[in-house]
């Protein structure tokens, strides 16, 4: 079946532009995970999303970073005003619901700030 | 807050060698540990994975043992391929907030030559 998928592949924006990063989770997974990963910090939790309950935003590194999940399908992710330091790859995960379920991951975003 | 440490390489080794990965983690509660692999060019894929103390993990000829009393998940090969090169992730579930966000290791890469 369909895996997650993840758009766009690959961005390239300037300094001080807004992005959106779109993730579509595998049909049936209501946990719905945002991680991103950077050659200096590895792999980090963004935000997570379960069903109707309010997200876990614990993660966001900044007021400029924002997501939401409409449906409780698709989702996107928004950085605002991007800076060099948000260059890194998005990563999306979705799961079945909570009780240790394995998540599974999208191919990523390649986001590159010039 | 949870973490996991493990090797980070860059590791080299030949066809048939045998393959050990450390990973210990720090964590309050039990949480599930994971390792996740992603194949050159392609996405973050699990591995294997344990829910609970001396649960052993087992694919692709990859094993894992979950000990509580070390802390530890150490992921072993006996034969390594040419095909198991890759970069490894060690994780855990972090039940911390109730979203089961995975913490991850900094990664490994491993080549595996002819």
């Known amino acids: 079946g369909a895996g997650v998928s993840q758009s766009p592949s690959n961005k390239v924006t300037e300094k001080g532009k807004d992005v959106e990063l779109r993730c579509d989770p595998i049909?049936?997974?209501?946990?719905l995970y945002w991680y991103r990963q950077s050659l200096g910090q590895g792999l980090e939790f963004l935000i997570y999303?379960?069903?109707?309950?309010?997200?876990?935003k614990s993660g966001l590194p900044s007021d400029r970073f924002s997501a939401e999940r409409t449906g409780g399908s698709v989702s996107t992710l928004t950085i605002q005003r991007t800076q060099q330091e948000d260059s890194a790859v998005y990563l999306c995960a979705s799961s079945y619901r909570q009780g240790n379920q394995p998540q599974h991951f999208g191919d990523g975003t390649r986001l590159s700030i010039l | 807050g949870n973490s996991v440490t493990q090797m980070e390489g860059p590791v080299t080794l030949s066809e048939e060698a045998f393959l050990t990965i450390n990973c210990t983690y720090t964590?309050?509660?039990?949480?599930?540990l994971f390792w996740y692999v992603q194949y050159p060019g392609e996405g973050l894929q699990l591995l294997l994975k344990?829910?609970?103390?001396?649960d052993k993990g087992s694919n692709k000829g990859f094993e894992a043992t979950y000990r509580k009393e070390t802390t530890s998940f150490h992921l072993e090969k006996g034969s390594v391929q040419v095909s198991d090169s890759a970069v490894y992730f060690c994780a855990l579930s972090d039940l911390q907030g109730g979203s089961e966000k995975l913490v991850f290791g900094k990664g490994m890469k491993l080549t595996v030559n002819p």
């Open positions: 964590a309050t509660g039990y949480p599930s």
């Open positions: 999303f379960q069903g109707n309950s309010a997200p876990d």
């Open positions: 049909s049936g997974h209501t946990a």
């Open positions: 344990a829910t609970k103390a001396d």
